[in-house]
């Protein structure tokens, strides 16, 4: 097909409905077309170069176009791009199945595949819905967070919590049970992320479970980051399970966002010693080359849909191209080069840089908040600081903001007026100074209406 440059913008505009983007501005305005990329840096077709600091929407990890990567895929690709894994097998999945388990918490033990984060979480609702109905106490209710964010296909927006994006579809939704953000909790009860809010979330959590028998609770694992970086007080998500296990319910951690090193750690699991009855992968699990996701899950749940042909307890779910061999080869490498690299003992002074620079912001007019997980950090920006008003939704200040930065050579996408930073974990310290120095002058610059 031939193309040029003012054709692509063109059919971009005509034909493209983008994700998340109101149209109607985006066909007014000059939108950014990448055409390559190298290590953390994307190029657009103008040849215009970018620092890729929310990791191409939090999933790049080890950089683009990285050779090792790269060749695992190709080397796959030689041999075939796809078989499918209903009931037959092939060599990466099965490889990638071993390593996941091997690097996740004690008690996964089972790998299912599919292909987004929605998915993924999908799948645990369903597994966890299904496992108490084979073992014949059926039971209904989730219990969630509000504003959480579990991905867009329905299961996964009746769980969350995100009013914008998903109250819209209200009564197509199953009902769920709702506890309050942790964090907006802390903060409008005590000013602070603490323990006495901690305490208060888990007290109404166990009120919930000795009043009604629920099928899983379902949260992010130790920060709501869709929401816009709101962390969980330390010590939350351990609480949580600590209360599930007593009450004989089934938690579902979502580690979409925070896998794959973003906290520190590879999950953040780990941080507070949880082992969930689920966990779902996504969004780095292939380093950022291709979707794939998969949902962890016990030795327990398994056995509960074990059974003879006949009597018809398997789960019934599968996606034509879950287990594609592509993307667990890639993903294989991807999990290899942690090891290879030390991604993680490399990304230690790197979140210490992050956390210095950061404490700059709280002096930058307009912002409010800076919150910080690891490697992943939001900063708030306020129409009036000291009130924590918020600018009126329409005024798109965080796009505003994130569109001087690209002028500044740094790729980001706000979230709300949420400044977003998810960095590659391969960033190097200049970069990071760079991304930071960038998005402080251009905060400086911003002139509301
Ligand atoms: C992004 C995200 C999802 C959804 O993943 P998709 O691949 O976009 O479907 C689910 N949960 C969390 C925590 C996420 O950040």
């Not at 006495?196 to 899983?216: F, N, P, Q, T």
Request: glycine residues 8%; contains cysteine.
């Amino acid at each position: 097909m031939n193309w040029d440059k003012e054709t692509l913008k063109k059919w971009d505009k005509e034909y493209f409905w983008h994700p998340f983007t109101q149209m109607k501005v985006y066909a007014e305005e000059d939108n950014l077309i990448f055409e390559r990329g190298e290590g953390v840096y994307l190029y657009d077709i103008d040849g215009n170069k970018y620092i890729d600091a929310i990791s191409s929407l939090w999933c790049n990890v080890h950089g683009h176009n990285h050779p090792y990567l790269n060749n695992a895929l190709v080397s796959q690709l030689c041999k075939v791009a796809h078989t499918t894994t209903l009931g037959s097998s092939n060599i990466p999945a099965i490889l990638l199945t071993k390593k996941l388990v091997d690097i996740t918490p004690p008690s996964l033990t089972k790998v299912f595949y599919s292909e987004d984060g929605a998915e993924s979480v999908e799948i645990a609702i369903k597994l966890a819905y299904h496992y108490w109905k084979n073992k014949g106490k059926p039971r209904k209710k989730f219990v969630t967070l509000s504003e959480a964010y579990h991905g867009d296909t329905i299961g996964a927006v009746s769980v969350g919590g995100i009013e914008t994006f998903h109250f819209t579809y209200k009564d197509l939704l199953f009902d769920v049970i709702r506890l309050p953000s942790p964090y907006l909790y802390c903060m409008e009860n005590y000013g602070k992320l603490c323990d006495r809010g901690k305490e208060d979330l888990l007290s109404m959590l166990k009120e919930i479970l000795e009043r009604e028998e629920i099928v899983a609770v379902v949260l992010e694992a130790g920060i709501q980051a869709a929401a816009g970086m709101l962390p969980f007080p330390k010590g939350f998500l351990k609480g949580v399970r600590e209360l599930t296990k007593k009450y004989d319910t089934l938690l579902i951690v979502d580690e979409v966002a925070t896998g794959f090193g973003r906290t520190g750690t590879m999950f953040y699991c780990e941080q507070e010693d949880v082992s969930p009855d689920f966990m779902c992968l996504g969004k780095g699990i292939t380093g950022g080359y291709l979707p794939l996701a998969a949902t962890l899950t016990t030795d327990e749940i398994f056995e509960a849909f074990l059974g003879e042909f006949g009597e018809a307890k398997h789960f019934y779910h599968g996606h034509t191209y879950t287990g594609n061999n592509l993307a667990c080869a890639v993903a294989l490498a991807n999990i290899e080069l942690f090891e290879k690299e030390e991604t993680l003992k490399k990304l230690k002074p790197k979140i210490e840089i992050l956390s210095e620079r950061l404490d700059e912001f709280f002096y930058v007019k307009y912002v409010g908040d800076v919150r910080q997980l690891g490697f992943m950090a939001g900063i708030e920006l306020y129409k009036d600081k000291e009130k924590k008003e918020k600018f009126p939704y329409g005024w798109r200040v965080g796009f505003k903001v994130a569109r001087k930065c690209w002028e500044k050579g740094v790729f980001l996408r706000p979230l709300g007026d949420v400044m977003v930073l998810m960095m590659p974990l391969v960033i190097e310290e200049e970069e990071i100074n760079k991304v930071i120095d960038v998005l402080k002058e251009s905060i400086n610059e911003f002139e509301p209406q």
